[in-house]
């Protein structure tokens, strides 16, 4: 699949096949987000791969709308260090930690895997949920799985401002 194609086919799939990924599958996903850029390559994300039906169900509650991480056949937790500014989010981390989850979800596509992204809001919770030891925070999961159905049809119309209403420029 060329990467125009996989930019342009992809999807948020939240309803997936009750049918395991393979190991390489598995390994191909996870590599692919380590392979990301980050600044000045610090590479501050952590991967935290859970197959476990029972950890998966768990993980699902840590946010409002993650529920589609329970039907999954693999969620992965994207984990960076805790913000030392201050700040409840360490923008620069949380930049390349969605390099990561990119890339992960382009490699999956390639192979017929369908994933969603969620955001994990109980984060004292996320804590004891995975294990996390206090220099580490987790805001984003994404789940795998093949997809219950798989969409033929192009984007809703609609479903993307036009390129003319995104692009300014020179300024503003």
């Not at 392979?35 to 994300?45: A, L, V």
């Amino acid at each position: 699949m060329e990467v125009w194609e996989a930019i342009r086919k992809k999807r948020a799939v939240r309803v997936f096949k009750n049918e395991p990924l393979s190991d390489e599958a598995v390994t191909r996903i996870l590599d692919a987000g380590r392979r990301s850029q980050s600044s000045k390559n610090t590479q501050p994300w952590d991967f935290i791969a859970i197959r476990d039906r029972d950890q998966r169900q768990r993980v699902s509650e840590l946010g409002n709308w993650t529920g589609h991480v329970a039907g999954a056949a693999l969620c992965v937790a994207i984990v960076v260090p805790t913000s030392q500014t201050g700040q409840d989010v360490d923008w620069k981390h949380m930049f390349d930690a969605g390099q990561a989850a990119s890339y992960m979800q382009l490699a999956a596509l390639e192979i017929g895997v369908g994933s969603c992204l969620g955001t994990v809001y109980k984060q004292e919770e996320a804590r004891q949920v995975l294990g996390l030891p206090a220099d580490k925070t987790i805001h984003i999961v994404i789940s795998f799985g093949y997809p219950a159905e798989q969409p033929e049809t192009p984007a809703k119309k609609g479903g993307r401002r036009p390129l003319e209403e995104v692009v300014h420029w020179d300024r503003w």
